[in-house]
């Protein structure tokens, strides 16, 4: 059986969880299935520390994920390629004596350090793998990204066993059903599954948005896991706060620190966090009350445009963790939509 290597055309279309999820349905059905994700394009990248935790991987880090090389690396030399590539080597040799299959997550995009030949095409011919392509359902150019992957490896013939619509919008599921039963039809590329774009799949935690932010824990950091579906921003006035916050649940509360009037009125709702900006400290009847229903408070010294405009620049997806039962149910459910049987087929063939 040939490995499987997780691609996308785009980045931010749920790859890793995506890639979690599929292995624990794998292993579900008796498969003996690993993780390997053998270039990492962050030194910050914590894709594999989750996999090992989420799967109980008893793999090194090192092993799971031997190679990082970011977009200022590219002036590796020949001798540096030769070094990653023997670290992918040895990992990859390492993993194969233990498992019948490899799930490899492919690294940000399919042509990232196509310059340098360690692109996704050229892990795949490496690591003895084919490749599911993963794109964004969000609009119908996805369709575009589907045929330039096809193009992309069948150049280099590397075997694409088909693709998935992720993220997609709830309100176009049906349409693009339709696309894809179109897309098989005119083009023989299979669609293996599409992917809601539900707000409890990709929603990060609290701790997430904090760790990305870089911001300080007030008070009840002990309440860090709780999901974070949308973010409000608290620029209005005192009267008309209560309706704008009960509009959403699960959501992260964005306001100055000089305003601990409207970060109550913010706990009276469905409030996952409370950020307040601008480095200054509440009055303790704010953190009194965070205390009583069990809200984080946090602080970061940005003020509250420029908070809100880096949220929005780097939208922060949660990652699949095992004390986030809610969204492994829901992950479940989707991969029993999957057509598995028929990606195993492929695989074999």
Sequence with gaps: MKNLLIASCSERTGKTTF????????????????????????????DA???????????????????????????????GIEQAMNRIKKSYDELKRVYDLLVIEGCRTINYLSFLKLSSREMAGMLDAK??????????????????????????E???????????????????K???????????????????????????????????????YLCCEEYKDRI????????????????????????????GGDRPALALAAMETDTSVVILTGGIYPPSTVLARAQERKIPVVMVQWDTYTTVQYLATHQVRGLLTLDQQE???????????????????SLAS
């Design 19 to 46: 890639t979690m999820a599929l292995l624990r349905k794998l292993r579900s059905k008796g498969i003996q299935a690993g993780y390997f994700k053998p270039i990492s394009s962050s030194k910050d990248d914590r």
């Design 49 to 79: 520390e989750v996999a090992k935790e989420f799967l109980d991987l008893p793999e090194d880090l090192s092993v799971l994920n031997p190679v990082t090389i970011t977009e200022w690396d590219y002036d590796m030399k020949e001798d």
């Design 131 to 156: 490749i599911l392509l993963l794109v964004s359902g969000r609009t119908d150019a996805q369709l575009d990204d589907v045929l330039l992957g096809a193009s992309y490896f069948n150049d280099a």
């Design 158 to 176: 590397v075997p694409l066993i088909g693709t998935i619509f992720s993220l997609v919008p709830p309100e176009i599921l049906e349409r693009e």
């Design 178 to 216: 339709a696309i894809a039963g179109r897309l098989t039809k005119t083009t023989d590329i299979k669609v293996l599954g599409l992917i809601p774009d539900k707000g409890v799949l990709a929603a990060p935690t609290v701790d997430e948005i904090v760790q990305m932010l870089n911001a300080k």
């Design 228 to 255: 974070v579906e949308d973010f409000q921003v608290g620029a209005m006035e005192l009267e008309s706060a209560l309706k704008f916050f009960r509009r959403s649940v699960n959501k992260a509360v964005i306001l």
């Design 327 to 345: 969204k492994v149910k829901e992950w479940d459910k989707i991969m029993n939509e999957i057509q598995i049987e028929a990606m195993l087929e």
